[in-house]
């Protein structure tokens, strides 16, 4: 497939437990970004990479988020110790270059539900 | 905080009607603005992208309106398909160098048809 894929596509977590959400880019796109979407509203920027480097975490909620992107391509989006309030749907995009010109393409999401 | 306000917030409408959706701004500096149609369960894909200069954008059935000078923008669905019920996204992206990559969502409308 050419799209965006995430996985798992739901994850259930008991509180306190540590996930791990990965996104498969596009191949060959530069740019990638996490965005949390809370129900009933529009995705929220968490983070941005280009290539490996991580520019831009300023929406990263607490540091109990972490993200990385060690070879430029899969990220992963790693959240410590859940709470409730972490449950919503965790949607990856990538684009060719980081600019808004250029269209961001996302995947599924992953919904996570913190018990 | 919201920077992008649509409305209606949900709207339920006759297969082969039409629908016109609303979106306000206040994203400054302006770039684009996109609209998304995200269905359930699924990320968002972009329908239309219009910058400054461009007042009107088609994509099919889907017809997307700017105004810059009072910074609202609107969809227009001609002919509704029982395939258009999703939730469309309206998108602002802000001009600047270096964060331009930087996307303002609003909260959707939720549109359903019915046959």
């Known amino acids: 497939g050419a799209g965006v894929s995430q996985s798992p596509r739901y994850k259930v977590a008991k509180r306190g437990q540590d996930v791990a959400l990965r996104c498969d880019p596009i191949?060959?796109?530069?740019?990638l970004f996490w965005y949390q979407q809370a129900l009933g509203q529009g995705p929220e920027f968490l983070t941005y990479f280009q290539n490996e480097a991580q520019l831009d975490k300023s929406g990263l909620p607490s540091d109990r988020f972490f993200a990385e992107r060690p070879e430029g391509s899969v990220s992963t989006l790693k959240i410590q110790r859940t709470q409730q309030e972490d449950s919503a749907v965790y949607l990856c995009?990538?684009?060719?270059?980081?600019?808004?010109?250029?269209?961001?393409?996302f995947g599924p999401g992953t919904r996570l539900t913190v018990l | 905080k919201n920077q992008v306000e649509q409305s209606p917030q949900s709207l339920i409408i006759l297969e082969g009607k039409n629908c016109t959706l609303q979106c306000n701004y206040t994203v400054s500096p302006f770039s684009n603005l996109r609209w998304y149609k995200q269905d359930t369960g699924r990320g968002p894909v972009s329908l239309t992208i219009m910058t400054f200069s461009e007042n009107t954008k088609s994509n099919g059935r889907y017809t997307a309106t700017l105004d810059a000078d009072t910074k609202q923008s609107s969809l227009h669905i001609t002919a509704s398909q029982l395939s258009d019920s999703a939730s469309y996204i309206c998108?602002?992206?802000?001009?600047?160098?270096?964060?331009?990559?930087?996307?303002?969502f609003g909260a959707g409308t939720t549109v359903t048809v019915r046959a």
């Open positions: 191949s060959g796109h530069v740019s």
């Open positions: 998108v602002v992206s802000e001009k600047g160098w270096g964060y331009d990559y930087k996307l303002s």
């Open positions: 995009a990538s684009s060719l270059i980081g600019n808004s010109d250029n269209e961001q393409f």
